[in-house]
């Protein structure tokens, strides 16, 4: 009778297997040679897979959960996937060099997917980039249901202006990260205080920063820049996104399950410093922690102890070691001078490498 029931069970659980498998590819559509001339009438997000490619297996089963919530939800964007293999020329077209290759196709514009290949960070991306550029913030109530809802977002105050038309090229070419929103005066909240106007703001870590031309130059680079928290759980995917700020990465390599006082310690003091010294640093460096030394031994080809702070220039691929021992904040405020003062020896000869297959970005 058990064993009955076992059977029973397991074909159970295999239809229901086999049901949601097909609804999930009911609406996830194979694109053709077609696509080319259909693809303006709607918003499409497309997965240019290889038949072979592993990363292309790995990726299929989280494709299709996005077609099914996309379907779900009642979202107005299409999703589709086509074989780049097959369709060599038009997945040239649209700049397709390595699978699998996820893209956005809004009208004549492509804007490439570079988050973690996770269905809320997909869906996510695909509502961000289908709607409006610059989104409206009408009311305060509006503007509070932002700040609850996004952890960093930029926002533009004022009429027309070149800062404006500035702000709008950086968001066509931003969007893919991070959200724009437009505001008057009087919408945004009370704690906020601005020397002039027009003004683009950055709203994160809860507080606010105000952009300015003189200190931090191209309007682009500082909405690249400022386009990540203060202080970040680090991950090889961030430190990959982290290339483009320019900025040092500051890192505590800890083993998270370790609760002893030099652990705690020294993720709390990278903390500290993050929030208590932004203003001295933030133009330089980014701060966060790393959960044990596993990655970072490999990317710096190198053998750290556990724990430590290591400093990465990711952008030349060098990195820092300590040059002290760090009992406390002020400490690790010193070090930091000295390395911007040059003092600290550069690892130059154990550069460190970025390995596509450390990201499980694609084949």
Sequence with gaps: MAAWRCRAALRLCATVVLINMVVCKGVVEDLDESFKENRNDDIWLVDFYAPWCGHCKKLEPIWNEVGLEMKSIGSPVKVGKMDATSYSSIASEFGVRGYPTI????GDLAYNYRGPRTKDDIIEFAHRVSGALIRPLPSQQMFEHMQKRHRVFFVYIGGESPLKEKYIDAASELIVYTYFFSASEEVVPEYVTLKEMPAVLVFKDETYFVYDEYEDGDLSSWI????????LAMDGFLLYELGD????????????????VEHTRLKSIIQEVAR????LFHRDFQFGHMDGNDYINTLLMDELTVPTVVVLNTSNQQYF??????????DMVQFINNILDGIVELQAEKSFRYRRIFYGRGC
């Design 276 to 279: 208590d010294y932004r203003d």
């Design 103 to 106: 893209k956005l196709l809004k």
């Design 321 to 330: 070691l300590l040059d002290r021992q760090i009992k406390n904040v002020e």
């Design 245 to 260: 700020t320019g900025k040092l990465v500051a890192i505590a390599v800890i083993d998270e399950k370790n609760t002893s």
């Design 224 to 231: 690249n820049r400022e386009r990540f928290q203060n202080y």
